[in-house]
């Protein structure tokens, strides 16, 4: 497997209205859309700098995965994701070196198949992400816009 490019950052936050004030009114990025993702329990606003998507994550409770890093560790990034060709071969070829992976199989979201890989401990503390497939807002999303 070989890494094509980093596909966005997520960074995890409380207030998802007060973190958008921010990056949109003193660092100028426009938004590219909102969405939700009840199989993950956040909500995200989306926003692109060239290539790569930055994406403001806020947990819709208080026990999904972002709650509970937003508790342990606060506001921050949250991921890093990285695009591949194929994420099945990406955990094949990782799980054949011997690492163990997060995810056994590929989830979907918004037209992405992705992959939790490697414990964070292993990734010098960031939850690292494959994905293959293009982000359309159309799929599995309530909040279109």
């Known amino acids: ?31 590219d859309g909102l969405y939700q993702a009840p199989s993950e329990s956040i909500r995200v606003a989306r926003y692109y700098l060239g290539e790569v998507a930055l994406e403001l994550m806020e947990p819709m409770n208080d026990t999904c995965e972002v709650a509970r890093f937003l508790k342990a560790k606060g ?19 990782i799980q054949a070196k011997g690492y163990k992976t997060i995810d056994q199989a590929p989830r979907k979201l918004m037209g992405n198949r992705y992959a939790f890989i490697t414990a964070p401990k292993q990734t010098c503390g960031v939850l690292t992400e494959i994905l293959d497939g293009q982000f359309d807002y159309s799929y599995d999303n309530p909040t279109q816009g």
């Open 1 to 31: 497997m070989q890494a094509q490019a980093v596909d966005h950052i997520c960074i995890a936050v409380r207030d998802l209205a007060a973190a958008r004030r921010h990056y949109e009114e003193i660092l100028g990025l426009s938004l």
């Open 75 to 93: 506001e921050g990034v949250f991921l890093i994701s990285y695009r591949v060709e194929d994420v099945e071969e990406g955990l094949r070829e």
